[in-house]
T-cell receptor
Framework: GENVEQHPSTLSVQEGDSAVIKCTYSDSASNYFPWYKQELGKGPQLIIDIRSNVGEKKDQRIAVTLNKTAKHFSLHITETQPEDSAVYFCATGGSNYKLTFGKGTLLTVNP | EAGVAQSPRYKIIEKRQSVAFWCNPI?????LYWYQQILGQGPKLLIQ????????DSQLPKDRFSAERLKGVDSTLKIQPAKLEDSAVYLC?????????FGDGTRLSIL
C-alpha cells in the first residue's frame, strides 16, 4: 500500500519567517495531495490541496509544490504568524478517494 | 453549512467493555469515512462508505470493530470488546467526493 513520509516532525520558526514541510510518497498512482492543519482538540482542517496535473498552487501565504517524477510535495508558509502554530499533515489520495496521511509536523511560531 | 458532527466528544471505559461513536456527515455528502488517530500519528482509515455500502474496510479489525451507515446518512462505529491499544481519537469525515471534511472526533481512553 501507499507509504507517506513527512519531515520534519517538529519545526520552530520566528514570527515572520517562512516554514517548509516536505512529504514523499511511494504509490505512483496517487493523484491528489491535500494538506491539513490540526489544532489541539480539533479535527484536521483542509488548508490547501493540489492535483497531479498541477505543479504548484498558491493561496495567500500558503503554497504547495508537487514533483510527480520524484514523488514528493511540499507545503510553504510565508510570513508566519503565531496562529499558524499547529500540527500539519500531508496526505495522498487516488481514484478511490481514500487518503493516506503522513505522521505530522508540529509547527511552532514564536512571537 | 454545518460541519461533520460527532458524539460523544470524550469517552472513558474499562478494557473489555463496549463503546459506540456516532457521526452525522455534511448534508449531501455521499462518502463517509472513519479514521483512528493515535497520539502523535496521522489519521489511519478504518472504513469508507459510499452511501450505505462499504467501499473499503481492509484496515478495520473486524473481530472487535463494526460500523454501519443506515439510510446512507448517519453512521455508528462500535468497539466490542475494547483493548488498551484502542485508546485514540476516532475521527469521522465526509466528502462529495473531495475534499474530505473532518469532525472534531471522539477521544477514547481505555483504563
Amino acid at each position: 500500500g501507499e507509504n507517506v513520509e513527512q519531515h520534519p516532525s517538529t519545526l520552530s520558526v520566528q514570527e515572520g519567517d517562512s516554514a517548509v514541510i516536505k512529504c514523499t510518497y511511494s504509490d505512483s498512482a496517487s493523484n491528489y495531495f491535500p494538506w491539513y492543519k490540526q489544532e489541539l482538540g480539533k479535527g484536521p482542517q483542509l488548508i490547501i490541496d493540489i492535483r497531479s496535473n498541477v505543479g504548484e498552487k498558491k493561496d495567500q501565504r500558503i503554497a504547495v509544490t508537487l514533483n510527480k517524477t520524484a514523488k514528493h510535495f511540499s507545503l510553504h508558509i510565508t510570513e508566519t504568524q503565531p496562529e499558524d502554530s499547529a500540527v500539519y499533515f500531508c496526505a495522498t489520495g487516488g481514484s478511490n478517494y481514500k487518503l493516506t496521511f503522513g505522521k505530522g509536523t508540529l509547527l511552532t511560531v514564536n512571537p | 453549512e454545518a460541519g461533520v458532527a460527532q458524539s460523544p466528544r470524550y469517552k472513558i471505559i474499562e478494557k473489555r467493555q463496549s463503546v459506540a461513536f456516532w457521526c452525522n456527515p455534511i448534508s449531501g455528502h455521499a462518502t463517509l469515512y472513519w479514521y483512528q488517530q493515535i497520539l502523535g500519528q496521522g489519521p489511519k482509515l478504518l472504513i469508507q462508505f459510499q452511501n450505505n455500502g462499504v467501499v473499503d474496510d481492509s484496515q478495520l479489525p473486524k473481530d472487535r470493530f463494526s460500523a454501519e451507515r443506515l439510510k446512507g446518512v448517519d453512521s455508528t462505529l462500535k468497539i466490542q470488546p475494547a483493548k488498551l491499544e484502542d485508546s485514540a481519537v476516532y475521527l469521522c469525515a465526509s466528502s462529495y467526493p473531495e475534499p474530505q471534511h473532518f469532525g472534531d472526533g471522539t477521544r477514547l481512553s481505555i483504563l
